[in-house]
Nanobody, 133 residues
């Protein structure tokens, strides 16, 4: 069973930065993807960034240029990916969820995972990010 741990989140003023780590425990074998999604109450969940175990990745248009993902680092069955969020805006306030997709690699998989949560097998419990104006 894969467990996703999201120890980041918190409150920050507009223009500030946060780094969200996502650790996947028990994730094996490759290929797979890790991603960050977010949801505001009353709105649909949206993808932020998805990264595959081969080093590829995609950002959503809404965060491109402000959010940057790291490549996945893996130690045996544990994998970690970071999302660095810069120039945060109040509209970035949301519950952020780490997600994992097995058998995910390459452009079409990344696109489907990012825009439709296609192939997502596991979700974290979520961490709240609050950006004040």
């Amino acid at each position: 069973e894969v467990q996703l741990v999201e120890p980041g989140g918190g409150s920050v003023e507009a223009g500030g930065s946060l780094r969200l780590p996502c650790s996947a425990l028990g994730l094996n074998p490759k290929p797979f993807c890790l991603g960050w999604f977010r949801q505001v109450p009353g709105k649909e969940r949206e993808g932020g960034a998805v990264v595959d175990s081969d080093g590829g990745g995609l950002h959503a248009a809404s965060v491109k240029g402000r959010f940057k993902f790291s490549t996945i680092s893996q130690n045996n069955a544990n994998a970690t990916m970071f999302l660095k969020m810069n120039s945060l805006k109040p509209e970035d306030t949301a519950e952020y969820y780490c997600a994992a997709a097995l058998g995910c690699s390459g452009g079409s998989y990344l696109d489907a995972a990012l825009h439709y949560a296609y192939g997502i097998n596991y979700w974290g419990k979520g961490t709240l990010v609050t950006v004040s104006s």
